[in-house]
């Protein structure tokens, strides 16, 4: 199941995730040529003048002014750098702080129908009662059945800071009952998943870096087993990446003390060279490190540093490839501007920086960014080649499953929740046992056709068992919450099925000096 989750204690700008950031700084504006910035300013007062005075409807200034005329001139130098209004600053703030103002819940969505998925222990939600399959019916008197998914999404969104009243229908039950739930302050974890494997083996996911990763990371593997493991899967796939200062010191507790894991080369600064901090642990397990395409910036420098000192077989696919960083500077008013100021470069000195073009990117200039020449040759420490420009290159090559079109539709119709919803209704004592057998299945077959969704015979024989899979997760997510039905669909995920047979292989992989192309992806 691919959940619509909606975090109704967070909603983040879009340019406020995925960013290698530094520390936030105050502006020190440094004009070199103020001819010129006189001449700028002064066409664009005549410009302004003319279209307040002529234009048929006169320009709002901040629409004009914020808008149009400095995220139109950020537009022009990359895609990272950005302007933030006051309440986008202060999500920038609250993300990198791994916090945030809500109610402590994640929904699943659809047009018409909001479902609780889990709520976090200690929150107002949590507090209120409410739990996995409660469904949320009202909405400060709006009722949800009328809403399409953007209304809805936009409702929620307007009401995540301020007191609500909540009509909610219990699993079973009939009426709606009202709830009032209060806005508090709340963590956002960083770490969502962890669990073994099996016996000696550990899986850890990394939604992104911020201040308290180190500490969550370092809780995780150590209640799995810490020094004990065998084996650990650290996943890093869909890592936008986060504050930079988090991602060494989670490389830290992986490398020996005091080795290089990074340098940053700007115009306005000077070199300056990270090494690995003090670790609450050194942990000296098999490691395997999974990436994909939405692997990006701080996530890359974690996976880079770990590849480069041979320390992990990194598996997957080709990283974003985002080796640039931003730093953050506070404006008046409590608004704030991140600007690109620096590329970095891994311990071997390569960059993993993809250029990109298109409209509103500008033209790479040398004296800003300085990839290392092609004939440069890289190589780990041991002497495996390595590859500069374009991303991280994994050691092996996993490619992703991919769905065929029938189970992707019922994903997106949300039809494995919908059919839990129903069947938890009419059946009590579920436990975490519960397998789906023919008769679910069939039932789910009937649920599919009362619903007008066709059901293809050569794809329900070939999904037996992705489909009893996702019944399962669905509905012991809608019973027990949705760290268990994630369990559910990670375990059967291929590239972490794949990624824990690489585990006894790991120290036989890292002594190969075997080269990095990328190779052709296959669906499996």
Request: glycine share 8%; proline share 7%; no cysteine.
């Amino acid at each position: 199941m691919r959940w619509r989750r909606f975090h109704i204690h967070t909603v983040l700008a879009a340019a406020v995730i995925g960013l290698l950031v530094g520390p936030l700084r105050a502006q020190q504006p440094d004009i070199s040529d103020t001819d010129d910035i006189a001449r700028e300013n002064l066409r664009f007062a005549q410009v302004y003048g003319m279209v307040e005075q002529e234009a048929l409807a006169p320009p709002d200034p901040d629409r004009a002014i914020l808008d149009g005329g400095i995220r139109g001139m950020l537009a022009t130098l990359d895609p990272f750098s950005s302007f933030f209004d006051k309440e986008q600053f202060e999500l920038l703030q609250q993300q990198t702080r791994g916090e945030a103002v809500g109610f402590g819940s994640v929904l699943y969505l659809q047009a018409g129908k909001v479902l609780v998925l889990q709520t976090a222990r200690g929150s107002p939600s949590w507090r209120a009662g409410l739990g996995p399959g409660d469904e949320i019916v009202e909405v400060n008197g709006t009722r949800v059945n009328r809403l399409d998914l953007n209304a809805l999404v936009d409702l929620l969104r307007r009401s995540r800071s301020r007191p609500v009243r909540l009509g909610v229908i219990r699993p079973g039950g009939v009426m709606p009952q009202d709830i009032a739930l209060n806005p508090a302050r709340l963590e956002s974890p960083t770490v969502d998943r962890s669990f073994l494997i099996s016996s000696g083996l550990g899986y850890v996911h990394l939604t992104s870096f911020d201040q308290k990763t180190t500490q969550e990371l370092f809780n995780a593997v150590n209640t799995l087993g810490g020094a004990a493991l065998n084996g650990l899967v650290l996943d890093l796939r869909d890592n936008p990446g986060g504050v930079l200062d988090s991602a060494i010191a989670a490389a830290s507790m992986f490398l020996p003390a005091d080795v290089p894991v990074l340098s940053v080369r700007g115009r306005s600064a000077p070199e300056k060279n990270y090494r690995t901090l003090a670790a609450p642990a050194r942990f000296n397990m098999s490691l395997v490190v999974l990436v994909n395409g939405n692997t990006a910036s701080a996530a890359e420098v974690v996976a880079a540093a770990l590849q480069e000192h041979d320390r992990a077989v990194i598996a997957g696919e080709m990283t974003y490839g985002k080796g640039v960083v931003e730093s953050v500077f506070s404006l008046s008013e409590n608004m704030g501007l991140m600007l690109t100021s620096a590329q970095y470069f891994t311990p071997s000195g390569r960059s993993i920086h993809r250029p990109r073009s298109g409209p509103g990117v500008a033209p790479a200039n040398p004296a800003q960014e300085t990839p290392p020449s092609k004939a440069t040759a890289f190589r780990t420490m041991k002497g495996r080649p390595l590859t500069a420009g374009g991303g991280i290159i994994p050691d092996v090559m996993i490619p992703p499953h991919r769905l065929d079109p029938w189970l992707s539709y019922l994903n997106l119709r949300g039809a494995f929740t919908e059919f839990g919803e129903e069947y938890i209704t009419l059946h009590r004592g579920i436990d975490k046992s519960f397998e789906p057998d023919d008769k679910v299945l069939n039932d789910f077959k009937d649920f599919l056709e009362r619903k007008n969704i066709r059901v293809p015979e050569e794809h329900w024989a070939q999904d037996q068992d992705y489909l009893r899979m996702e019944i399962k997760a669905g509905i012991l997510t809608l019973v027990f919450g949705l760290a268990v039905g994630e369990e559910i669909e990670t375990r059967s995920d291929p590239q972490i099925q794949k990624a824990v047979t690489l585990l006894p292989e790991v120290p036989d992989l890292l002594q190969q000096p075997t080269t990095r192309t990328p190779s052709v992806h296959q669906d499996f």
